[in-house]
């Protein structure tokens, strides 16, 4: 329930609204709905799309981390006193202050291992397993460290940490894999296309889909009346006008 044709993209269960019919719709008519939904959808402040992803700064070297940086963490002290390594990690010493239409929620980041940095991921709604939920990255932040997280909306909320381990070494951890971008932690390219899950999520594509295979997404190409190559379809396609000779008078992409 709730998935494309291929079964790709799916909504894992969280659903705003649910109408059935005592008949079969036609592809048009559930886009038209949708479109007439999505407005209502997106200004309730109950709804994933209201938690937007932190800023983060890719990491090459020295192995490739493509999520890094503290996002929207913003550290206010550290205290080492009785701060030990452990094999959990956990948040601790939560308070919250409510400010205008907002929350600004601190925390301490305890156990994991020194130096180490962990990743925060929220989500507005808790799903069964987890994984199945629409979580956002919020930022990293390391052991020992209490952190302020501002202006988070004033409705439901939920946080939880994630490690750092990457085993597929696509730039993407585990947890990223499993809680944001639903794709497999163990296999490096989900799309199947030769590109890195970490490298097309920087550059805003959809990690899952074979984007080469898109027409949409390729150049197709034609030798013109001059012998050159010209891009007829696809991402940068060009249009060429000739004069009476034939010679080139515009190339305009």
């Not at 993209?9 to 592809?27: E, R």
């Not at 070494?169 to 497999?184: F, I, K, Q, W």
């Amino acid at each position: 329930m709730g998935s494309d044709d291929t079964g790709t993209n799916q909504c894992h269960g969280i659903l705003d609204d649910v109408s059935t019919y005592n008949w079969q719709l036609d592809s048009n008519t559930i886009s038209a709905e949708f479109v007439m939904n999505e407005l209502w959808y997106l200004y309730n402040p109950m709804n994933v799309a209201n938690i937007v992803q932190a800023p983060f700064t890719p990491q090459v070297a020295p192995t490739f981390d493509a999520i890094t940086g503290p996002g929207y963490l913003l550290a206010i002290s550290t205290n080492s006193s009785g701060c030990t390594d452990s094999t959990n990690v956990w948040l601790t010493n939560t308070t919250m202050k409510v400010v205008s239409n907002a929350v600004n929620l601190t925390f301490t980041i305890a156990g994991g291992t020194n130096g180490l940095a962990y990743d925060i991921f929220a989500t507005p709604a808790l799903a069964k397993p987890l994984t199945n939920g629409l979580w956002t990255w919020m930022g990293q932040g390391y052991p020992c460290v209490t952190y302020t997280i501002p202006s988070l909306t004033n409705s439901d909320v939920f946080l939880i940490l994630g490690t750092p381990q990457d085993s597929d070494r696509d730039g993407l951890t585990d947890a990223y894999e499993r809680l944001v971008s639903h794709t497999n932690p163990y296999v490096a390219d989900s799309g199947g296309d030769g590109m890195l899950d970490g490298w097309k999520v920087l550059w805003g594509m959809n990690p899952l889909t074979n984007n080469p295979a898109q027409s949409g997404e390729r150049d197709n190409f034609v030798y013109d009346g001059t012998g050159r190559l010209e891009t007829v379809s696809g991402v940068l396609a060009e249009m060429f006008n000739f004069d009476a000779e034939g010679n080139i008078q515009q190339d305009q992409p």
